[in-house]
């Protein structure tokens, strides 16, 4: 059982980091990663300012259409990362920028000083209005925003001001005028004042505390991170997670990825060469995988008909299960997750992965180092129940489900014929998911977890009964409607029950805050199963259900986006429907179309929505 988080100290440990050579390979995992068949070793240049030209391996005058791939020239060129920095700046989206006054400029008269003059206010806001809303279900313990994030804001304000301090990291700063930005955008989006703060100066203050924000975590991740100037390694991902928080609120998919994929560089260069990590730097990773995976989950913006993705899948898989078969699982399990970043088209190649496996234990090692849960073994010291209230085998299942489909996706765009042993591999794998999926949606109690750390409203509180039971049971039942959607890709008719389970889930979950209004924390509960079950709906009342329960979710001050997600259901309800009369036929009329066609047509998916679009609902 692991103590409070009040009842341990943290210092800074003597660091047992190695020094990173200045000539490591350049790499950034994304879609440009794939389309240019870069070789995924570690090599970060904008963190070291080495010198990698882009353009030996791509055309930089022509870029690739999709803007979110932009980010790996982004990575892998500090020059690049520079000029892309300066066009990407922090701003926020048309679609929630508040009305200019005046016609006046935004930046007009804004200095540290004078946001910082702000900071005990917006400060205050961001404890207790914003942070609940990163718990996706009620949690009265302490989220790791408030124990790390928020606290090491507050001492870095008074560093900056009262306390004078010369030499405060950019790391810290970074955290701070991210966390003042977060605070402002939500106070400016819900057009009310707030102790004395227009809505309109918060706009202005969340337009500069942002690109503030931005400076600092470049300059913290290029010359904080080695030698004497090094910062504190919680201090730079504090900076980053604070960052994609934001860049998630004002809908920036942009940063958001590159951030996301910062995060992983670092906690991979820094966070996994530590010998031992403190507790708190474990919740950080664990923030960070729930960012990662859940943002994964709708990330379906890939080259997949590259013609050098199915070749690398395939030595992937070959080379885990001999590294498996020489090795061992732990092996194979840091072989695959610590020297390279993730693009999630990575399966685990162990030919022994069965049920009964599933119910073995983690060793302590990998499951500290498993960030993106590729390792489908239980883990005693997991602390995902304690921070969202959430089992670890349903973060790990969205994660393997992910890649998956990922997998199937390239095989089923690639022109190739795949071997057999793959297609058998595969279809194996397929099946063991789909049984530990159904078998973990058939669970619905909750297990005993011991707090993060108490609130001090609510002494040794843990996670609220019914709202947040009801919850996990709606994500449970999306969980089932993810994997027939993307792996087995049914006719949304099958998913009905599953749609309506997650329609009573948050039915129950509602119910729960209203007839106990504390119960809730602030938190409006994760959208991710309204927007999975959401899009397979097919009756008029469960859309209309569906639709309203998003509507009334955005309405909270930091909700996140829910206009465009409602959009893409719309598109897909829209699609189907006009398909579906269309091969009605007319009253002396015949079919003209295909079975291929309807059945193409019938299944029309967000997938394909998102595909069409190169967009990126973010659910986390």
Same mark, same amino acid.
């Given at each position: 059982?692991n ?6 100290t943290d210092? *800074?440990? #003597?660091?047992?980091?190695?020094e990173?050579p200045?000539?490591i390979p &350049? ?8 389309? !240019? ?5 570690l ?11 882009f353009?030996t391996?791509?055309n930089?005058?022509? #870029?690739y259409e999709? #803007?979110?791939?932009?980010?790996a020239?982004?990575a ?8 892309w920095?300066?066009t990407q700046?922090?701003?926020?989206n048309? $679609? /929630? @920028?508040?009305?200019?006054e005046?016609?006046?400029?935004l930046? *007009?008269a804004?200095t540290?000083?004078g946001?910082l003059?702000?900071?005990e206010v917006?400060?205050h806001?961001f404890k207790?209005v914003?942070?609940?809303t990163y718990?996706?279900?009620?949690m009265?313990?302490k989220s790791p925003?408030e ?9 870095t !304000? ?14 810290s700063?970074g ?6 930005a977060?605070?402002?955008?939500t106070?400016?989006?819900? =057009?009310a004042?707030?102790n004395?703060l227009?809505?309109?100066?918060c706009?202005r203050?969340?337009?500069?505390a942002?690109?503030?924000? =931005?400076e600092?975590?470049?300059?913290t991740?290029r010359?904080? /991170?080695s030698?004497?100037?090094?910062a ?7 900076a980053?997670? /604070?960052l994609i928080?934001?860049?998630t ?7 958001a990825?590159?951030y ?5 560089r ?6 996994l ?5 403190s507790r708190?730097?474990r919740l950080?990773h664990h ?10 989950s709708?990330?379906?913006i890939h080259?997949?008909?590259n013609?050098?993705l199915?070749p690398?899948i395939?030595t992937?898989?070959?080379? &885990? ?6 090795m061992?699982?732990e ?5 695959a ?5 993730d693009?999630f ?6 030919e022994?992965d069965?049920?009964t496996? $599933? ?5 302590? *090692?990998v499951?500290?180092?498993d ?12 602390l995902?129940?304690q921070i969202?209230?959430i089992? *670890? ?9 992910t890649?998956?489909?990922?997998v ?12 057999r ?18 078998s973990?949606a058939s669970?619905? @109690?909750v297990?005993?977890r011991?707090p993060v750390e108490s609130?001090t409203? +609510?002494?040794g ?5 019914a709202?947040?039971? $009801? ?5 449970k039942?999306?969980?089932? @409607?993810?994997f027939?959607r993307?792996i ?6 099958i998913?009905?029950t599953?749609?309506?389970?997650v ?10 805050v209203t ?9 409006v509960? /994760? @959208? ?9 709906a097919m009756?008029e009342?469960?859309?209309?259900w569906l639709?309203?329960?998003l509507e009334k &979710?955005?309405?909270?001050p930091p ?6 997600i ?8 829209r699609?189907r429907?006009?398909m579906a009369s269309?091969e009605r036929?007319?009253?002396?009329? +015949?079919k003209?179309?295909s079975? &291929?066609?309807?059945?193409a047509d ?10 069409e ?8």
């Open positions: 059982m103590p409070p988080l009040s009842n341990q210092t *800074e440990r #003597p660091s047992h980091e190695p990173m200045m000539d &350049s790499v950034s995992i994304s879609d440009a990663d794939s389309i !240019l068949d870069i070789e995924s070793f090599g970060w240049n904008d963190i070291f300012n080495t010198g990698f030209d353009a391996v791509g930089s005058d022509q #870029p999709d #803007p979110l791939t932009m980010l020239r982004a892998n060129d500090p020059g690049d990362f520079q000029r920095s300066e700046d922090f701003r926020m048309d $679609a /929630t @920028i508040l009305e200019r005046g016609g006046s400029p930046l *007009e804004m540290d000083a946001v003059s702000h900071g917006l400060l806001h207790h914003v942070i609940p718990s996706p279900l009620p009265n313990s925003w124990i790390l994030n928020c606290s090491a804001a507050v001492q !304000l008074a560093d900056m001001t009262y306390l004078a301090v010369q030499d405060v990291k950019h790391a700063r955290n701070l005028f991210g966390t003042l977060c605070s402002a955008f106070i400016a989006k819900s =057009k004042d707030f004395g227009s809505a309109s100066k706009e203050i969340a337009e500069y942002g690109r503030r924000a =931005k600092h975590l470049q300059e991740l010359h904080e /991170t030698g004497t100037q090094k504190k390694y919680k201090d730079q991902l504090m980053i997670n /604070t928080a934001l860049a609120l004002v809908e920036n998919q942009n940063d990825r590159c996301l994929i910062d995060a992983e670092l906690l991979r260069l820094r966070g060469a530590k010998k031992v990590l708190r730097a950080l923030v960070y995988t729930w960012l990662r995976i859940v943002g994964e709708t990330f379906i080259d997949y008909a013609s050098t199915l690398r395939e992937s898989l070959s080379r &885990s299960r001999r590294v498996s078969d020489r061992g699982r092996a194979d399990v840091s072989h997750t610590h020297g390279h970043l693009d088209l990575r399966v685990e190649g162990n022994k069965s049920e496996d $599933a119910e073995d234990e983690k060793e302590r *090692e499951g500290i180092r960030i993106h849960l590729e390792d489908m073994r239980q883990f005693s010291d997991t995902y129940l969202y209230g089992p *670890e085998t349903w973060l790990s299942l969205v994660s393997r489900t890649r998956l489909a990922n199937l996706d390239v095989i089923n765009a690639s022109e190739k014929e795949v071997s042993a793959l297609n058998s591999f595969l279809q194996r794998k397929s099946s063991m998911l789909e049984s530990m999926v159904c973990t669970e619905n @109690i297990p005993h011991e609130s409203n +609510h002494p509180a843990q996670m609220t009964g709202a947040s039971e $009801a919850m996990l049971r709606a994500m039942a999306a969980l089932v @409607i993810f027939y993307r087995r890709n049914v006719h949304p008719w998913l009905r599953y749609v309506n389970d329609i009573e889930g948050l039915k129950d979950f509602d119910r729960g007839l106990n209004p504390g119960s809730g924390s602030g938190t509960g /994760t @959208i991710w199963p309204a927007f999975i079950a959401g899009c397979e009756t009342a469960s859309r209309n639709c309203t329960w &979710s955005s309405k909270c909700a996140k986006g829910n206009s465009a409602i959009r893409i259901i719309r598109t897909v309800w699609k429907d006009a269309a036929p007319k009253e002396g009329g +015949h003209s179309r079975r &291929s066609q309807k059945r019938t299944n029309y998916t967000w997938v394909h929505v998102l595909r679009e190169k967009s990126w609902p973010m659910l986390y």
